[in-house]
């Protein structure tokens, strides 16, 4: 049997929020991507599950956001890219150890196939996303939802069954069983305006779709379309798990033992974040000529500095050297501690006569 898992980290930026500012936990947090114009103009891009309660969801305006939360409490931020993508690395990472086949979905979700390590064994891979579950909780104290089935459709709506924190496993004889009284809208790629037609077609739940006539389907929907539709409806998915296209970077944060600005001890966890993240891109196969570095501090507002060499720094010596000046650099700006640190590289380049691990899966 193949086993693949969608792993999807619940409400993301809002949870490395509550993480970075431990206050929030309890409150509705809402992340949002302010467009300048106003106070309140541009949209959420992430609301927890306290604010989701009063109907705050992704994409909604931020002004309408702040009136369903009026009196509630809300507290409203801004997203902090540099310091989510860090961690997103981070985990990433994490996971990418456990998988046969990795492919990452965006910054906080990612589908692996686990066929071979668990010599298809769907009690072994249940076991396998426990693992998971746990390392990246005790790792970066987050919690994320995992679905596992026999497929990327079916583990994707696996994941999103239980949450948050969740672990929903499907074997291949419960497809049916699982997938058929969930309502349409479940099924990926199933929008509102979609959803809607299905309702005047009255095709409510998966079940519903499943038992409507398959040439319907195509001449509502189109050969492609329609044809994806009567195939998710039987829980049926053969697309394969893989890498999409070039990473642009990559990065490594910690936090420190205590918030200070006392050079060696913030030199001395770049270096150990800097020979781990080298490592692991020379095992990608990539070298780098963009070297960067960033700085939650303790009012938790971020602080980075880069540098662009002509070549590649090769050894990691190299590598910490140019680390060093942008320290040295960023120190002699800095009033407030510094509380988590943080190495990035981009200007990534192939290196020549090196392959990635998924071309050897093509």
Not at 325 to 340: E, P
Request: charged letters at 30%; proline letters at 4%.
């Amino acid at each position: 049997m193949r086993i693949v898992m969608h792993i999807d980290f619940d409400y993301f930026f809002a949870q490395i929020e509550e993480r970075e500012k431990p206050w929030l936990r309890g409150r509705p947090v809402v992340v949002c991507v302010y467009s300048g114009r106003t106070e309140d103009s541009g949209a959420v891009s992430t609301a927890n599950y306290e604010a989701r309660r009063y109907s705050v969801r992704s994409g909604m305006p931020i002004a309408l956001a702040k009136k369903r939360l009026h009196g509630k409490g809300g507290i409203f931020l801004p997203v902090t890219h540099a310091l989510y993508e860090a961690v997103s690395e981070k985990v990433m990472t994490m996971i990418k150890r456990y998988a046969d086949r990795f492919e990452r979905i965006g910054i906080d979700e990612a589908f692996i196939e686990v066929t071979e390590q668990t010599e298809g064994c769907i009690e072994k891979a249940g076991d396998l996303a426990k693992a998971i579950k746990e390392e990246v909780k005790r790792a970066e104290n987050l919690t994320c939802s995992i679905g596992v089935g026999p497929n990327k459709l079916v583990a994707k709506i696996a994941s999103d069954y239980k949450k948050p924190d969740g672990l929903t496993v499907v074997t291949e004889l419960e497809v049916d069983s699982f997938l058929a009284q969930m309502p349409v809208s479940k099924i990926p790629g199933v929008g509102r305006k979609t959803e809607a037609l299905f309702k005047q077609l009255s095709i409510n739940t998966v079940n519903d779709l499943a038992a409507f006539s398959s040439g319907r389907l195509v001449e509502i929907f189109g050969k492609k379309l329609g044809g994806y539709f009567y195939r998710a409806s039987r829980g049926l998915d053969d697309e394969p798990v893989k890498e999409r296209g070039e990473p642009k970077q990559f990065s490594r944060i910690a936090t420190l033992a205590e918030d200070t600005l006392t050079r060696d001890t913030i030199l001395k966890t770049l270096t150990r974040l800097a020979e781990n993240l080298q490592r692991e891109v020379t095992q990608q196969g990539y070298s780098f000529r963009t070297i960067g570095i960033m700085f939650v501090l303790d009012d938790l507002s971020l602080h980075s500095r880069s540098t662009t060499l002509e070549k590649p720094p090769g050894k990691p010596e190299g590598m910490i050297a140019e680390i060093t000046k942008l320290l040295d650099a960023s120190l002699s700006q800095l009033d407030r501690q510094v509380r988590r640190a943080g190495v990035k590289v981009s200007n990534l380049e192939r290196v020549k006569g090196q392959k990635l691990m998924q071309d050897y899966f093509q």
